[in-house]
């Protein structure tokens, strides 16, 4: 293949190094969730502590994850600065999901090994195979996030495989906070932004399938 009939590089990889993009966003993302988890566990170095960074990492990830899920809706909706940054590093802002997610998976083995009862109390045997097929999603969709992977996997089948992970992962929110919001109303929040995500992302969908 010429040069010239190469695809051109991702935005990201094309723009100037700086720390709020690419590889070195994603270095930073998983550095400062690194020094948080290690910070927390430092002031509470016991189950408590470990249950902390599992709600901190569920959070982390929840914003990144709802970063990289509205992208392409919001930069078609409304295109700017802002919404062009979060299409552009799309791929890094789900990595960067996975590096949270993939902490939260340390914390709750800490957990189940530190004190197996309060654990089975927290996490029934069916959230811990829905959660566990979350993760299979979670690791072939990081694998799988790069371009050579994507050519090697075909557009269609791509395409397929992250939009089937990322709305299981997006039930797998709604599920984990609309079952706590019992506990407190404040996790009704997360839940609305959910759903307002979702309602974005389907909205021009259906209008442009009436006009066909
Ligand atoms: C085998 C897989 C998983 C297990 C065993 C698990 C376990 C847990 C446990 C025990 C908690 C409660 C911690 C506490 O309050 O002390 C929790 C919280 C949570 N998890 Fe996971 N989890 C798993 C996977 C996932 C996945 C895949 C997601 C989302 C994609 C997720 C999202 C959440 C959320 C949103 C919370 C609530 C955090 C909060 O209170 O703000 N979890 N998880």
Sequence with gaps: MTPSKQPPPPAAARAPHTLNQGWPLLGCISLMLLLLAAAVLLMQPD???????????ARSSFVLFVLAFSASALARRWPGAW??????????????FAVSHAIHLAAI?????ADSVAFHQASGLANV???GIAYVFIAL?????????????????????????????WVTFM??????????????LPVLVLLAVMALRLWPARRHARAA
């Design 47 to 57: 189950v408590d502590g470990l249950r902390r960074v599992i709600r901190l990492t």
């Design 109 to 113: 083995v800490g957990f189940a090994q």
């Design 129 to 131: 195979i829905a959660g």
């Design 175 to 188: 599920i984990s906070f609309g079952m706590r919001i019992p506990k407190g109303p404040g996790y009704a």
């Design 83 to 96: 919404t062009r940054w979060q299409l552009r590093n799309r791929r890094y802002l789900g990595l960067g």
């Design 141 to 169: 969709m990081s694998a799988t996030s790069s371009d050579g992977a994507r050519r090697w996997l075909g557009a269609a089948r791509w395409a397929r495989l992250h939009t089937v992970g990322s709305h299981y992962l």
